[in-house]
């Protein structure tokens, strides 16, 4: 119950940071002389710490670059993640390999991505040509995992069987997808749309988590790149 009401902590104000193809045009503009100087500040749209490490979270924005922070030091972000050129909608971290987080985007994609390593390790693309507004790992299976797309698609991926084409797509009626889950405890999909939609679907073969689910992760995304 609440008593005296919300309270909040900043963990990091953001800021903005020039994409990598437009680094060689700053750095031009920066040379030359200005009248003044403005701070500009970034736009956050998600976030999602890591399961490893508590204080460790990653962060989207709006201008498509990922930042790793830590609510434990904020001065400055720990690594900087370029690859998407639109919004990013939605970060989510592996629940079986502590180094990899997935992150759905505006520009049509979703990546995978290694902790320490700022270039996406994967790029999947179902070809439906709209934002991508959610993804979700399995919790039993950590080479799976689903997507939600603004035209109301719904795609289940499995990146041991193949990385550019989803194992399994349904068109689901009420337009946009908004978010999607997983099931806890038995292998089911949840799907929320507009108009205040939600689908729930049946996964047929899916896999019981095993031992080795973060070897088998690491296999797939190594054996695409």
């Not at 990653?58 to 001065?75: D, F, N, Q, R």
């Not at 502590?98 to 985007?105: G, Q, W």
């Not at 889950?181 to 095993?210: H, K, N, Q, W």
Request: with cysteine.
């Amino acid at each position: 119950r609440l008593e005296k009401g919300l309270e909040h902590v900043d963990l990091m104000r953001l800021t903005r940071v020039a994409r990598r193809g437009l680094a060689h045009s700053a750095a031009k503009a920066a040379a030359k002389p200005a009248e003044a100087t403005i701070s500009r500040r970034g736009a956050g749209t998600c976030f999602d710490f890591s399961r490893a490490d508590p204080t460790t979270y990653v962060a989207g924005t709006e201008e498509g670059v990922l930042h790793k922070c830590s609510s434990a030091y904020s001065e400055q972000y720990l690594r900087t993640y370029h690859g998407h050129s639109g919004p990013v909608h939605r970060a989510a971290w592996s629940p079986f390999a502590r180094d990899v987080f997935a992150s759905a985007s505006a520009d049509w994609t979703t990546k995978l991505w290694r902790e320490n390593e700022e270039s996406a390790a994967l790029t999947l693309q179902s070809g439906r040509g709209v934002d991508v507004t959610d993804v979700a790992w399995s919790p039993t299976d950590a080479t799976v995992l689903a997507t939600g797309s603004l035209d109301g698609g719904l795609d289940v991926w499995d990146l041991a069987v193949s990385t550019l084409a989803p194992a399994v797509s349904a068109a689901v009626a009420g337009g946009k997808l908004a978010c999607v889950a997983f099931s806890e405890s038995s292998p089911v999909i949840v799907a929320g749309g507009g108009g205040g939609f939600v689908g729930v679907y049946r996964l047929v073969g899916a896999r019981d988590g095993a031992r080795d689910e973060g070897e088998r992760l690491e296999a797939a995304m190594g054996g695409s790149a």
